[in-house]
């Protein structure tokens, strides 16, 4: 019930193109989906994040689709450029409100690998 | 602003052999401090979470453990390295806000010969 599905583990998008990544999860009380951004040899770099109180989020060419009744949300990047080529992590967590014993506690996809093309 | 380091960078140890890698946080104070391992550029995985100085979590027993002797210092180790702890280890913060926001430090890359 702890597990986040990530998909799809890669893909190819040419530049200029909108990039699609989805994530589904099971335990419903997750309530913080935050998508992560790393480069080969780097931490993960925090994206964009979104609370369950809200279908979209947008900064910049990053939106976030949320989709509660499904159990799933997505990454949209528009616009996708080389420097976008990446691996993706989508993850899960309680917050850190649920009766003080999930401390934020991330659960993380598997990642997919996004290679934009010029 | 918060940075977090992690060092050594990169590390090749013999299998048997000890292990201590550590991460420190400036410009905040408690920090919940992460403990997570990568293996093969994919997937992280909790290993140890902690909420305070001497607190720690456990979320996959193994042949690691941490310590946390200073409120914002994380120390991973092991008396005795396998091959399997390969990986890369990352260390992560939060600051306590509602949505609970984490940020990684730069990663350790452990290669057990």
């Known amino acids: 019930q702890q597990q986040v599905k990530q998909s799809p583990q890669s893909l190819i998008v040419q530049k200029g193109g909108i990039s699609i990544i989805n994530c589904a999860y099971e335990?419903?009380?997750?309530?913080?989906f935050p998508w992560y951004q790393q480069f080969p040899g780097k931490g993960p770099a925090l994206l964009i994040a979104?609370?369950?109180?809200?279908s979209e989020k947008k900064e910049g060419r990053f939106t976030i689709s949320f989709n509660k009744s499904a159990k799933q949300f997505s990454l949209h990047i528009m616009d996708s450029q080389p420097g976008d080529s990446a691996t993706y992590f989508c993850?899960?967590?309680?917050?850190?409100?649920?009766?003080?014993?999930?401390?934020?506690?991330?659960?993380f996809g598997q990642g997919t690998i996004l290679t934009v093309h010029p | 602003s918060q940075t977090i380091h992690q060092w050594p960078a990169t590390l090749v140890q013999p299998v048997g052999s000890p292990l201590s890698l550590e991460c420190t946080v400036e410009?905040?104070?408690?920090?919940?401090l992460y403990w997570y391992r990568q293996a093969a550029g994919r997937g992280l995985q909790l290993l140890f979470y902690?909420?305070?100085?001497?607190?720690i979590s456990s979320e996959v027993p193994q042949n690691l453990s941490a310590s946390r002797p200073q409120d914002r210092q994380f120390i991973l180790s092991s008396k005795k390295l396998l091959l399997s702890d390969s990986g890369f280890y990352l260390c992560?913060?939060?600051?306590?806000?509602?949505?609970?926001?984490?940020?990684f430090g730069p990663g350790t890359r452990l290669t057990v010969t």
């Open positions: 992560a913060w939060s600051g306590g806000t509602p949505m609970g926001e984490q940020y």
């Open positions: 335990n419903t009380a997750f309530d913080y």
């Open positions: 979104i609370r369950p109180d809200v």
């Open positions: 993850a899960a967590s309680l917050g850190l409100n649920a009766g003080g014993t999930s401390y934020g506690k991330l659960t």
């Open positions: 410009g905040t104070s408690n920090p919940n």
């Open positions: 902690s909420v305070g100085i001497g607190q």
